[in-house]
C-alpha cells in the first residue's frame, strides 16, 4: 500500500493550494482518511479528516478555510486550502485508517501514511 501526497508549494499569504493524496495497493472506500501537518520544531497535529460516509471533521484553526474531500472511484482524497496563513506552513501529511472505524483525530487511528509535502507560505 503507498500514499503519494502532492500539490505542496510556495505560496503568498491570502492565497489557495490543493493537495492530493493518491492511494495505491487497495481500496479505501470504506476507510476514513485525513490529513495532518507538522510545522517546523512542532509536533505533528490534525488538520482535517472524512468519513467513509463523507462526513467531514476540522482542526479549529483551519475550520471555514480548507476542505477535505474525496474521490473514491479515484482512490484519492484532497485537501482545499483558501485563505492561507503563514501559521499554515508545515509538511503536510495524508493517511488513511482500517475500513469501518470511527472517525479520528488521533494519529493512532490512521494506519497508512504518506510520505508529506511541503506547504510555505510567506507573509
Known amino acids: 500500500v503507498q500514499l503519494q501526497a502532492s500539490g505542496g508549494g510556495l505560496v503568498q499569504a491570502g492565497g489557495s493550494l490543493r493537495l492530493s493524496c493518491a492511494a495505491s495497493?487497495?481500496?479505501?472506500?470504506?476507510?476514513?482518511m485525513a490529513w495532518f501537518r507538522q510545522a517546523p520544531e512542532k509536533e505533528r497535529e490534525f488538520v482535517a479528516t472524512?468519513?467513509?460516509?463523507?462526513?467531514?471533521i476540522y482542526a479549529s484553526s483551519v475550520k471555514g478555510r480548507f476542505t477535505i474531500s474525496r474521490d473514491n472511484a479515484k482512490n484519492t482524497w484532497y485537501l482545499q486550502m483558501n485563505s492561507l496563513k503563514p501559521e499554515d506552513t508545515a509538511v503536510y501529511y495524508c493517511?488513511?485508517?482500517?475500513?469501518?472505524?470511527?472517525?479520528?483525530?488521533?494519529?493512532?487511528?490512521?494506519?497508512?501514511w504518506g510520505q508529506g509535502t511541503l506547504v510555505t507560505v510567506s507573509s
Open positions: 493517511a488513511a485508517g482500517q475500513p469501518i472505524l470511527s472517525q479520528s483525530s488521533q494519529e493512532s487511528a490512521y494506519a497508512y
Open positions: 495497493g487497495r481500496t479505501f472506500s470504506l476507510s476514513n
Open positions: 472524512i468519513g467513509y460516509g463523507r462526513n467531514t
